[in-house]
């Protein structure tokens, strides 16, 4: 009976390390590289960082080897060899070694040390962009809200339109997804405006946290052009899991593109003469029914994450001018304007929710939650109570506003917002 | 003699002031005399029973959360609840679980291993296990009312747990729940300190205590050093959200930052508060069932020792991301790693009082060798935390929670476990079946592992922490999985141990004395531990006096001879009296505690004044509290003395009481 007194070697010792080993491997059977997975560095924070954990497993697996050996082996050669022997002749009463205690002291120390020595290196160099590299570093800043993260560029500037219908300058602001340069630094400092957030995007760099009244930065740098997955680290409320961000990378040209695409405020559909005098077209496509908690993402970014970001840049090749034009008038209507800036449209200002002057080229919305298509938009200001928990549009937009909207009416505003490429 | 000459309270000659004595409680069995009593025994038992209550409520917290993780984007349980659930687990296992059984133990078997009739006070004794019911309670008072229970964390940083941003009772009965606990751990650990330095049996130096009471003297400095901080936090967030001030509302200025820096200076010796017992209790078991003497005792202590100093120095390794700079970064890295040379040591001395001896592998020894495996794995992943670059990747994901858990249950619980084994003999005359203390050691272990060790992984493939959900495209499916199964295959591990326990309680096998051969003062006692605990003070000769004493039995019997006699002619056996008044002023707390964190403020229409029920409940409570513990000290402490009869019965008591089974 492998579980009862009798000695019974062999077989107690093969179902320990079958144990051991069996729920080790399992976990071993993992997918090493998904999107969020540190084990593939992007850039050259990350890198340093897997590399120090690299040190780590190392001298600990060392360290593990000497000393479960060591264990191992007491435990398999100094076994009583019968029950009796709980009340036989003692063995030797050894009371320790001095010798044998300093020099595991001191070869403790030594394997510290090991670790020590890049680690200091690690934070210096993790805390900020190198001093050689300082000029020439991107300057940006990313504020966390319950629960979305809110990205500035402060050294850019965007255009809005004012009252008088002039263009005038504005600051540029986004929202969900931090577009950077690739093979450049880029300084990111780290705000908030409630609670502490974390702004963690596993590939290209380790988190630092956003803390209220404290001016907290990091830097990143992407050495290719690429499309990251992150999220908030800290645990900041009921939509805290679902609180999530993408980071783009992209070669210096089309940063600049995108850059210029910013900048202009929010894109207007004119009627063409044909289709001018015709109200909007009646909408017969259905939206997809969604679940609570059901995935809010498809298969779209598995292979080429980039490229379909590239395509979210491109308008919708069936847009209606005049669906997209009452959707316009409906966003003011309808309170969105309170909460959402959009450059261009009047009395859209709000700082409540993020900025959504160019919303329809992000591949994501609701704090990065759900993949930007109208199927999930739809899902999103249809009901959002259902989508984030706690969120802050149906608490405080939806519920005091006591906001409804029609289907005809989710129709315009979807058409609206899919529009503001 | 001069312990019983030193535990004489009075000095000669001197008269004592009249005590008021409104009721003497003299009830030796039934519910009175579980709310009276103060000995240590019982009281320890109290602890226990406590924190086997609050495993199993912990646990199938754990559950919970196992099975909403178990699939992604599952919607077993809401994200409200979930946050309950984290929190709740979190603040369950460290304080209600692992702390108090640990208390059990230093308890039971402290004086016992010190050759003590009783802690140095105890009443307040008892006073620390009611306080500390009190506040178990408040904590999970929010179950069963609208505000729910705490879901902040189990750290509960600000501001997200100011007034601003969870405007609910759940964080008052939080911070006030937590509140108590420091209390009664703060007032336990005084006692004990008092206890190891003044009421050791003669000839008990300190480099003589066993290690576990070693361990008891350092948890208790730890305890009594490290809770003034989260004394400090708490009240501080407690006027914050009771009278409006600003330590922590961001928008007068305050600064959360505080809060991480108070409650981690508490926070990081708390961690060494939980592991300290488990490592003494590993060094009693692992001598004894390797039949040697704890290979270099004094470097164990001193690493003991070490180990709680150092632990002041580290707390800021929790913030490595929150942004302190630099310096402060490399200091607490260097400082951490620092911490792991006096553990390291302790492991390598243990494995050498392996060596050479005679392993006899019983349950105890099982669960003591699985800690062995499991806290050095846990102590690996804590070295990988400490390079402070790579836990910028790590903190605030999976690998954090596969860290503790392997130090918390594969170091604290598992140790606990095998004290309970070990001890159950001495504590209640069984000894707990081989077949079925073996195969709940196997489930444990193999369910422990098969939860925790895929959470390694997942942290490092970016797998946030308190997160009620997760995408199904992020590579975390199987492993989270895998995890979930594991959870069920502990909790039968632990199902089975705790049914074994209880059937072993009231039908286990009964044993001899000292069934182990073990080392140590206590198992010179017969089983279950009589109310008195020695029928005379021993004098030790050696460390290990318990192993001196079965190879010197002539000498020992004549000393206990000549110490039963000066005793006796002293006054007999000194023992305290028992007292309501511990019980009472804990259920003035208890009330008061109501007034403060759970009645919502007075109607200002319907109480426009100052009173209101809030306040008077508050003050009701206090003052019962306030009354109690005067009463409490004017009814005098002389305690009284008995006289035992040849078989060691107390005479003129019928033999039944104690805490054990009949």
Redesign the interface.
């Known amino acids: 009976?492998l579980?009862?007194?009798r000695p019974n070697r062999p077989a107690r010792w093969a179902?320990a390390a079958a144990?051991?080993a069996?729920?080790?491997l399992?976990?071993?059977?993992?997918?090493?590289?998904?999107?969020?997975?540190?084990?593939d560095p992007n850039g050259p924070v990350?890198r340093?960082?897997?590399d120090?954990?690299y040190?780590?497993?190392w001298?600990?697996l060392v360290?593990?080897v000497l000393?479960?050996s060591?264990?191992a082996y007491?435990?398999i050669r100094?076994?009583?060899r019968s029950d009796d022997?709980?009340?036989?002749e003692?063995?030797?009463?050894?009371?320790?070694?001095p010798l044998?205690?300093v020099s595991?002291?001191a070869a403790?120390?030594f394997s510290?040390v090991i670790?020590?020595i890049?680690?200091?290196k690690?934070?210096?160099?993790?805390?900020d962009v190198p001093e050689a590299e300082r000029a020439g570093a991107y300057e940006v800043t990313a504020t966390g809200y319950q629960w979305w993260f809110k990205f500035d560029y402060p050294n850019e500037t965007a255009q809005t339109i004012d009252p008088t219908g002039k263009l005038v300058s504005a600051p540029l602001t986004t929202g969900n997804e931090l577009v950077i340069p690739a093979g450049r630094p880029v300084h990111v400092n780290?705000r908030t405006v409630?609670?502490?957030h974390?702004f963690?995007v596993?590939k290209l760099?380790?988190?630092?946290?956003m803390?209220?009244?404290?001016?907290?930065?990091l830097w990143i740098k992407a050495d290719r052009p690429g499309y990251f997955?992150g999220?908030?680290?800290?645990?900041?409320?009921?939509?805290?899991?679902?609180m999530r961000f993408r980071v783009i990378a992209l070669s210096p040209r089309e940063f600049n593109d995108w850059l210029d695409s910013q900048m202009a405020p929010a894109r207007r559909v004119l009627a063409t003469a044909a289709s001018g005098a015709a109200g909007p077209k009646a909408h017969f496509a259905a939206y997809r029914e969604f679940?609570?908690?059901?995935?809010?993402?498809t298969?779209r970014f598995?292979v080429s994450p980039l490229d379909a970001w590239r395509q979210q840049q491109m308008p919708d090749s069936d847009e209606d001018p005049a669906l997209i034009a009452k959707g316009r008038e409906l966003f003011t209507a309808k309170t969105c304007a309170s909460c959402h800036t959009i450059r261009g449209v009047e009395g859209a200002v709000g700082v409540q929710g993020p900025e959504l002057t160019h919303v329809g080229a992000r591949t994501t919305i609701a704090g990065g939650l759900l993949e930007n298509n109208r199927d999930e938009l739809h899902r999103w200001i249809h009901a959002p109570n259902e989508v984030k928990?706690?969120n802050k549009m149906w608490v405080n937009g939806y519920v005091p506003n006591n906001i409804r909207l029609t289907s005809a009416d989710e129709d315009a505003l979807i058409a609206f917002l899919e529009s503001l490429k | 003699m001069e312990a019983i000459a030193k535990s004489d309270f009075l000095a000669k000659g001197a008269q004592p002031a009249k005590p008021v004595v409104l009721w003497r409680p003299e009830a030796k069995t039934g519910p009175m005399s579980w709310l009276t009593t103060v000995d240590h025994k019982r009281i320890g038992f109290l602890y226990g029973i406590s924190g086997i209550f609050f495993l199993l409520v912990g646990g199938i917290e754990a559950l919970l959360i196992r099975v909403q993780l178990a699939v992604p984007n599952n919607s077993f349980l809401t994200s409200a609840q979930y946050s309950e659930m984290f929190t709740m687990h979190g603040t369950t296992m460290i304080f209600l679980v692992v702390m108090p059984i640990g208390a059990a133990f230093f308890n039971f078997v402290m004086p016992l291993q010190i050759g003590a009739r009783d802690v140095a006070f105890p009443r307040l004794n008892a006073f620390s296990f009611w306080t500390f019911l009190v506040g178990a309670i408040i904590v999970n008072l929010g179950w069963f009312m609208k505000a729910g229970a705490p879901d902040a964390g189990w750290v509960g940083y600000t501001p997200l747990t100011t007034r601003t941003f969870t405007p609910t009772h759940a964080i008052d009965m939080w911070v006030m729940g937590l509140q108590l606990l420091g209390v009664a751990s703060i007032a336990a650990a005084l006692n004990f300190i008092v206890t190891i330095i003044n009421l050791r049996a003669p000839g008990m130096t300190m480099m003589r205590l066993p290690v576990f009471t070693w361990m008891t003297l350092f948890t208790s400095f730890l305890i009594i050093l490290s809770f003034p901080a989260i004394t400090i936090a708490l009240v501080e967030l407690m006027m914050d959200r009771l009278f409006g001030t600003n330590f922590f509302e961001v928008s007068n200025g305050g600064l959360p930052i505080l809060w991480q820096h108070l409650f981690w200076i508490f926070g990081h010796p708390e961690v060494y508060i939980l592991i300290l017992p488990a490592m003494g209790i590993i060094s009693e078991i692992l001598p004894t069932f390797s039949r040697k003497p704890l290979f270099g005792y004094p470097i164990v202590v001193f690493s003991g020792a070490s180990i709680g100093l150092l632990g002041f120095g580290v707390w800021s390794h929790h913030m490595f991301t929150s942004g302190l700079g630099t310096v402060a970064n490399a200091a607490f890295a260097l400082m951490t790693m620092a911490i792991a040379v006096p553990t390291g040591v302790k492991i390598f001395n243990w494995i050498g009082t392996l060596w050479g001896g005679h392993l006899t592998m019983r349950t105890p020894m099982m669960f003591a060798l699985g800690f062995l495996w499991m806290f050095m794995i846990g102590g690996f992943s804590g070295i990988m935390h400490a390079a402070a670059p790579a836990d910028l990747q790590q903190h605030g994901s999976y690998f954090i929670v596969a860290h503790f858990h392997y130090v918390l249950i594969g170091g604290s619980l598992f140790a606990l476990l095998a004290g309970i084994q070990y001890w159950f003999p001495l504590m209640f005359g069984r000894k707990v079946d081989e077949f079925w203390g073996k195969t709940s050691f196997w489930l444990i272990f193999v369910g422990f592992n098969t939860t925790f060790f895929p959470m390694h992984f997942l942290g490092l493939e970016g797998m946030p922490r308190r997160t009620y959900t997760y995408d199904g495209n992020m590579g975390w499916n199987l492993g989270n999985l895998i995890s979930s199964v594991g959870a069920f295959i502990l909790a039968i591990g632990i199902g089975v141990y705790l049914v074994t326990a209880v059937y072993t309680y009231f039908r286990g096998a009964r044993t001899t004395r000292d069934p182990w051969d073990a080392r140590t003062l206590e198992w010179s006692l017969p089983n279950p531990v009589p109310e008195y605990n020695f029928r005379a003070i021993p004098t030790v000769h050696a460390r290990d006096g318990w192993w001196y004493e079965k190879r010197h039995s002539a000498e020992v019997a004549k000393e206990a001879e000549e110490h039963a006699k000066a005793e006796d002619a002293h006054g007999g056996i000194h023992m305290p009296f028992q007292s309501i008044y511990p019980f009472l002023a804990s259920l003035g707390i208890f009330i008061g505690a109501i007034g403060t964190a759970v009645l919502d403020r007075a109607d200002p229409a319907l109480y426009p004044g100052f009173w209101g029920p809030k306040i008077a409940v508050t003050l009701a409570g206090g003052a019962i509290m306030f009354v109690s513990v005067v009463l409490w000290s004017l009814e005098g402490c002389e305690g009284t003395h008995i006289h035992l009869n040849d078989d060691g019965s107390v005479k003129g008591e019928d033999g039944r009481g104690g805490y054990g089974p009949h």
């Open positions: 009976m579980l009862s007194n179902l144990a051991l069996g729920s080790c399992l976990s071993g059977c993992f997918w090493l590289d998904g999107p969020q997975s540190t084990f990350a340093a960082q897997l120090l954990f040190v780590t497993c001298v600990t360290i593990f000393v479960g060591a264990l007491a435990m100094f076994r009583a022997d709980m009340h036989a003692p063995p030797e009463q050894h009371h320790g070694n044998v205690e595991l002291i403790s120390v510290l670790i020590a890049p680690t200091l690690g934070i210096w160099f993790s805390y780290l409630d609670v502490i974390s963690w596993p760099a380790g988190k630092v946290d803390v209220p009244n404290r001016a907290n930065s997955w999220q908030c680290a800290e645990f900041c409320g009921e939509s805290h899991a679902v679940s609570r908690n059901e995935a809010g993402y298969d598995a928990p706690g």
